[in-house]
């Protein structure tokens, strides 16, 4: 008799538990292999577009080679055509026309492009002690100290006085040279490790070394930046003067790689948010004619706050919204008013190193799939936007109909911290919007991590909603 309630008690456990599942668990073997194999697109992405200006150029140039041509206002347009906009090079916009008028609205996903780095002061070089460096001011939200001693690349351009626009990418390709921040020696920082952890590393300190061989002469000073700039001048055609017009980027120079005896997961810098940039980027990219039109918005200026004009307090993703519309005889608000968004960001990964910050049933894990998070903010949720239970039901409909594997989290434990995201700039054009990324380890280090399994997870989620 015992035994048979045991039975019932499991079979009711079965039907009314919500319990997480391992991804692979649910993943059958030929999943597992195209996985796999979408992540290895993705590592070459983020290997190739580690700055908002060359993942905007990686992203046209995907973009025009699958047929997308440059939005034209004056023009007309029917279902399953592809327009971009892009926006100052730092962020772009892509539509495919559905099938649906304009007016019942459009599915929109919106990821950023920009990362934590140290950008480069406009009057950054100098030498001290017959060392030459760059000065930087960090850019987003950076644990300083897991910075130094990290080899550094750079990019970026350079605009001269006549206005020619010179690119910079160094420290990618093995025969380049790469940079670096100086950290002192054990032996040496016992007054240094007393700092507060905030100040291990301040931000003046996060100098970037780029040279040491003066120009050979004894009787000149700052022979080290004098030789510098011969070279600078040599190789880029400029001088110290240029750097005032310049956006010079230093992100880690290393590659994306798989981490793990099983290769499960991905190490690499960037991956907040240009995992959900990629993901997106490939759902549209294989849209047909879906139902609704599908917008995809790749942005920048998401780490200091989304201001500026390729931020997303900025008006350019409302005023395309509005232009598409026009084209169709629409007024945009009317649009917008019925459009459904996807904000496309990371979310924490449980560290069960770390496990005090988190609360276990509210965090998201690594392979648990595709992270949907209601609301963002920090104390008593402020400043989200708050995804309603009607509009969270949606998604959640739609991914189980889709088979997306997929989970929930929030940022941490309640007065723990928090973060925003894009997501209530683009609520604010009363648009239903929710969060929905992938889970991250380490996130804004230099070497960030995610699970393959959640990546494609991702996907599979962007392309569920954009083929509505
Ligand atoms: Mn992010
Ligand atoms: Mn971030």
């Known amino acids: 008799m015992a035994k048979k309630e045991n039975t019932t008690a499991k079979e009711l456990k079965e039907k009314l538990f919500n319990k997480r599942k391992n991804a692979y668990l649910r993943m059958s073997d030929a999943e597992i292999k195209k996985c796999d194999k979408f992540c290895e697109g993705y590592k070459k992405f983020l290997d190739a577009a580690k700055t908002e200006r060359e993942a905007a150029g ?94 550094l690349s750079l990019h970026g351009v350079i605009i001269k006085s006549d206005l020619r626009k010179i690119t910079v990418n160094i420290g990618e390709d093995e025969s380049d040279p790469v940079f670096c921040v100086s950290d002192l020696l054990p032996h040496l920082a016992a007054t240094q490790m007393k700092r507060p952890s905030p100040e291990l590393i301040k931000g003046e300190e996060l100098n970037v070394i780029i040279g040491s061989r003066p120009f050979k002469d004894d009787d000149v000073s700052e022979a080290v930046k004098l030789n510098l700039l011969m070279i600078l001048n040599a190789k880029y055609g400029i001088s110290e003067a240029d750097f005032l017009s310049a956006e010079l980027e230093a992100v880690p120079a290393f590659k994306a790689r798989d981490i793990g005896f099983d290769r499960s997961l991905i190490g690499s810098y960037g991956q907040d948010d240009r995992v959900c940039a990629y993901t997106e980027l490939m759902a549209i990219l294989e849209a047909k004619s879906p139902r609704r039109t599908a917008v995809a ?172």
């Open 58 to 151: 990686y992203i046209e140039r995907e973009a025009v080679s699958r047929g997308f041509v440059p939005f034209d206002k004056g023009k007309s347009y029917k279902a399953g055509d592809k327009v971009y906009y892009v926006n100052r090079e730092k962020a772009v916009i892509l539509a495919v026309i559905g099938k649906e008028p304009i007016e019942n609205g459009v599915n929109l996903i919106a990821a950023h492009i920009d990362s934590p780095r140290l950008d480069l002061k406009q009057n950054p070089l100098y030498e001290k002690d017959e060392v030459g460096y760059f000065k930087t001011h960090y850019y987003g939200g950076i644990k300083k100290y897991q910075w130094p001693t990290v080899p």
């Open 297 to 468: 918005v790749l942005t920048d200026k998401e780490e200091t706050g989304s201001d500026g004009n390729t931020g997303l307090r900025s008006a350019y993703l409302k005023y395309f919204i509005a232009d598409l519309a026009a084209t169709f005889g629409v007024r945009g608000r009317d649009v917008l008013s019925k459009s459904r968004c996807l904000s496309a960001d990371v979310n924490a990964a449980y560290d069960p190193t770390f496990p005090d910050v988190f609360e276990k049933n509210n965090a998201c894990v690594l392979n648990g799939g595709v992270c949907v998070t209601k609301f963002t903010g920090s104390r008593g949720k402020s400043g989200t936007s708050d995804a309603s239970a009607e509009f969270v039901g949606e998604i959640r409909a739609l991914l189980d109909k889709k088979g997306v594997i997929w989970q929930t989290g929030e940022l941490g434990k309640v007065d723990i911290g928090g973060g925003g995201t894009v997501a209530a700039y683009i609520a604010n054009l009363n648009i239903d919007t929710i969060d929905v990324g992938v889970p991250v380890m380490s996130m804004h280090a230099p070497f960030e991590i995610t699970a393959k399994a959640d990546v494609y997870a991702a996907y599979k989620a962007f392309e569920a909603f954009v083929g509505q």
